[in-house]
């Protein structure tokens, strides 16, 4: 997937564990895993919010796109004339 989930910087630049960023934010320690590990296939706005309140950053020090990733349409967004 294009879209990757750097939690693992913003984990050590405060000092803070896995297991206690699960439970400010208000998921289980797997779902934070999924997101860590690259598996997650969504994110909803609500746990991005609640990562960047807790870690005290914005989105974009969470989420990084990487080109290459999803082919055209894979991702289930219409591309083409049209569309933006």
Do not use: Y
Not at 39 to 51: D, E, I, S
Not at 60 to 77: I, K, Q, T
Request: charged letters at 25%; aromatic letters at 2%.
């Amino acid at each position: 997937m294009p879209i990757t989930v750097d939690i693992d910087v913003m984990l050590a630049r405060r000092k803070m564990s896995v297991g206690e960023l699960a439970n400010r934010v208000g998921i289980t320690p797997a779902n934070l895993a999924v997101l860590k590990n690259g598996r997650a296939k969504a994110v909803r706005f609500t746990t991005l919010a609640a990562l960047c309140e807790v870690l005290e950053c914005q989105p974009g020090d969470l989420l990084r796109w990487e080109p290459g990733g999803a082919e055209d349409g894979e991702d289930g967004v219409a591309r083409g004339a049209g569309h933006a």
